[in-house]
């Protein structure tokens, strides 16, 4: 019932269309590179853009009602890194620990490598003083 695309801000929309949604159904698209403020890339990439926390804030408002029976679909290009990170996030919002929701999204995703700052963004936004950064990467 809701989708949440992370993409690429230089995504080329000619060369791939995106899907429209489905009658009843929700999406969001948030433009961000997969890199963190401290990354090499970033010198590589003279247009970066990386997660802000109002982007965070936005996608935790849309998922905020969530029921047990709704469908959610987040994704990334690779959806290794920003996917799994923003739905361990999502995850805490709802009530998961953040070893729950990292089990969780590792027992899916095993390739999964949650991008670090935006973990941490979720951990500045909960006031989990950095427990789901250090769990998912201890």
Do not use: M, W
């Not at 109002?54 to 959806?79: N, P, R, S, Y």
């Not at 729950?100 to 700052?117: G, V």
């Amino acid at each position: 019932t809701h989708t949440v695309s992370l993409l690429d801000p230089d995504f080329n929309h000619s060369i791939l269309p995106l899907p429209e949604t489905s009658q009843g159904q929700q999406i969001r698209r948030y433009y961000f590179h997969d890199i963190t403020p401290t990354s090499p890339l970033i010198e590589l990439l003279p247009d970066a853009q990386i997660a802000t926390i109002e982007q965070l804030k936005d996608i935790l408002e849309f998922t905020a009602t969530l029921q047990i029976t709704d469908k959610l679909l987040v994704h990334c290009h690779a959806g290794i890194s920003r996917s799994t990170a923003v739905a361990c996030g999502i995850l805490c919002q709802h009530g998961l620990t953040p070893q729950q929701a990292s089990k969780l999204i590792f027992s899916i995703r095993p390739q999964a490598f949650p991008n670090k700052y935006i973990l941490g963004l979720f951990d500045e936004l909960f006031g989990l003083e950095g427990s789901l950064v250090a769990t998912v990467y201890s």
